[in-house]
């Protein structure tokens, strides 16, 4: 699939002219979901009868930024998402809303979003829809450590379960030391400069990567952590709307504002 033909923008401009945009985020929402196994595509599954992708098109745009967000979806989803960036981008938020078709791997789809950012952006983040919570003080961390450091920059949290390794059968053989352990999170934060090169040089078709500091990593650049958050969850099998559900319900004032 290409995203020839299917781009569409929408500047969400008033009267007074916003300055040249710095800041670009790319939100993945073209998977398709196998995990969960609901009848739409992840990031078009409702929460409280919001789609995911929703959420993260209302955190991103809420950032005191001159900033793009590029939106990668199915191809069938772009007129529905040009919808919902209508109904949830307040007019006078100085954001360009751009939504371009994903293609069969992240890394595509991530490719497609960073295809569409316009010259000025100099730093990048990228963020899974399927991490609706992931606050605006998560994403202004990775933007601060980026730019403070000139790394690339993940969220990570430490791994709190005892670890084993298994093998096919499911007998344990050894348990696995945790301490050098973390599990990392979205949005990641790079060098626009140094995402594109890593996406345009690094080796990702026969093993595709499952993030983008892993792109960054095969082309040889440095990765650094920053504290993650328990609420940027990732909806990936059933048991996560359960628990995602609990994260919304306890935070529902806030989120509904965000909205
Ligand atoms: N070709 C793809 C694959 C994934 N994603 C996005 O990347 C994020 C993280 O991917 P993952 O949770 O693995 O989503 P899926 O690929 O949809 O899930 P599954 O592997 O269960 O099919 C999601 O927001 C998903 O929409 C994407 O934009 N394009
Ligand atoms: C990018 C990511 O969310 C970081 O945890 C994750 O890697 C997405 O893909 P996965 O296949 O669910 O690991």
């Not at 293609?103 to 595509?108: A, I, K, L, T």
């Not at 599990?183 to 626009?192: D, L």
């Not at 990593?217 to 609420?231: K, S, Y």
């Amino acid at each position: 699939m290409t995203n020839s033909g299917l781009a569409n923008d929408q500047a969400l401009g008033g009267a007074t002219p916003h300055p040249l945009p710095t800041l670009g985020v790319v939100l993945v929402a073209a998977g398709r979901g196998e995990r969960l196994g609901a009848d739409a595509p992840k990031a078009f599954v409702e929460l409280h009868g919001r789609a995911l992708v929703e959420f993260g098109i209302a955190v991103a745009t809420s950032l005191p930024h001159a900033g793009c967000l590029v939106v990668v979806v199915p191809e069938d989803r772009a007129a529905q998402t040009l919808d919902l960036v209508d109904r949830i981008v307040p007019a006078e938020a100085p954001w360009t809303v751009t939504v371009v078709p994903g293609g069969r791997e992240r890394h595509e789809s991530v490719r497609f979003g960073l295809d569409a950012l316009p010259e000025s952006i100099d730093t990048v983040l990228v963020h899974d829809a399927a991490r609706p919570f992931a606050s605006a003080n998560l994403f202004e961390r990775v933007i601060a450590e980026v730019r403070g450091t000139g790394d690339s920059v993940v969220p990570a949290l430490p791994v709190v379960d005892t670890l084993k390794r298994i093998d096919a059968d499911g007998i344990v053989h050894e348990t696995v030391d945790r301490a050098p352990l973390v599990a990392v999170q979205t949005p990641q934060g790079f060098p626009r400069e140094t995402l594109a090169a890593a996406h345009a040089t690094a080796q990702l078709h026969t093993d595709p990567p499952t993030d983008d500091a892993e792109v960054v990593q095969r082309a040889g650049g440095r990765v650094r952590t920053v504290r993650g958050e328990m609420n940027a969850h990732k909806l990936t099998t059933p048991d996560d709307l359960r628990i995602l559900d609990s994260i919304m319900t306890g935070n529902a004032v806030g989120l509904t504002e965000a909205l």
